[in-house]
C-alpha cells in the first residue's frame, strides 16, 4: 500500500476511535502521580484554566459550525455537507482538535513533568496528524477548488495570520450544550480522579480539599443528566 493510502486508512481508524485517546494519558498520569506522591496539587488550578480554555475554544467552533459538521460522528466516519470558513475556521483549518490539544494538555500539566507534558504534545502530533490526512483528503475530494482556496491562505493549527471572518451562523447554544456535555463532564471526572488519588496518596483519607472541584464534579454530572433527558424528550 502506497504511503498515501497508508496514512488515509490510519487516518479513518483513528478518527473513529479518536474519543479515546485521553485514555492514553490516564493510566500513566496517574501513576506519575503515585510515584511523585501526589505533587500535583499545586499545578491544579492552572490546568483546569487549560483545559477549560480549551473547551471554550471547541464550545465556540461548534456553536457557529454548520449542520451535520463538526460532530462527534464516529460510526459513519467523515460526514461534512458545507465547509466551514467563518469564524474560528478562518484563522485555523482545525479549531476543535486546537481546543482539544488544550483541554488534554490541562490533565497533562496536573503531573508536574514536562517531559510527559513533551512526549503527550508529540504523540498528540502525531495521531491527529493522520486524522487531519484522512479528513482533508475527504474535504478536498468533496469540495475540489474551494478547498484548496481556504487550506492556502489557513494554517492548519497554529494561526499564524489572524485572517477573521466573521461567521454567518448565529451561536447555537442547544448544538454547544448537545455535543460538548460528554467533554465538560469528563473532563472534570478525570481532575476529581487525579486530586482523588493524590489527597489518598497525602493523607491516606480518600477526601477531596477543594470543594470547588466537587462542586463542578456534580454541577457537570446533573447538567449532563438534565440535557440528556432533554435530547430525548425533543
Not at 497508508?6 to 498520569?29: A, C, H, M, T
Not at 477549560?52 to 459513519?76: E, K, M, P, Y
Not at 466551514?84 to 497533562?108: C, D, E, H, Q
Not at 487531519?132 to 474551494?146: D, H, I, M, P
Request: net charge positive; with cysteine; aromatic share 18%.
Amino acid at each position: 500500500m502506497a504511503l498515501r493510502e497508508e496514512l488515509k486508512v490510519q487516518g479513518d481508524f483513528l478518527f473513529r476511535y479518536r474519543s479515546y485517546f485521553p485514555l492514553i494519558l490516564l493510566v500513566p498520569g496517574l501513576a506519575l502521580i503515585v510515584v511523585g506522591k501526589g505533587s500535583q496539587i499545586w499545578m491544579e488550578e492552572p490546568a483546569v484554566f487549560v483545559s477549560l480554555l480549551g473547551l471554550i475554544i471547541r464550545a465556540h467552533a461548534v456553536a457557529f459550525s454548520g449542520s451535520h459538521t463538526s460532530g462527534r460522528n464516529t460510526d459513519a466516519g467523515q460526514v461534512a455537507e458545507m465547509l466551514n470558513t467563518k469564524g474560528l475556521y478562518s484563522i485555523t483549518r482545525n479549531p476543535l482538535y486546537v481546543g482539544n490539544y488544550f483541554m488534554w494538555l490541562g490533565i497533562a500539566m496536573l503531573t508536574c513533568s514536562p517531559w510527559f507534558v513533551g512526549i503527550f504534545t508529540l504523540i498528540f502530533w502525531i495521531y491527529y496528524e493522520r486524522i487531519v490526512y484522512a479528513e482533508e483528503e475527504f474535504l478536498r475530494e468533496k469540495f475540489g477548488e474551494v478547498y484548496l482556496q481556504w487550506t492556502a491562505n489557513t494554517p492548519i493549527f497554529i494561526p499564524f495570520k489572524l485572517r477573521w471572518l466573521r461567521s454567518d451562523s448565529p451561536f447555537l447554544w442547544k448544538k454547544v450544550l448537545i455535543q460538548e456535555k460528554n467533554g465538560f463532564l469528563a473532563l472534570f471526572l478525570i481532575f476529581f480522579l487525579f486530586e482523588l488519588l493524590s489527597e489518598w496518596i497525602e493523607t491516606q483519607l480518600w477526601a477531596i480539599s477543594k470543594p470547588w472541584l466537587l462542586a463542578m464534579v456534580i454541577f457537570s454530572t446533573v447538567s449532563y443528566i438534565i440535557i440528556k433527558l432533554l435530547k430525548r424528550r425533543f
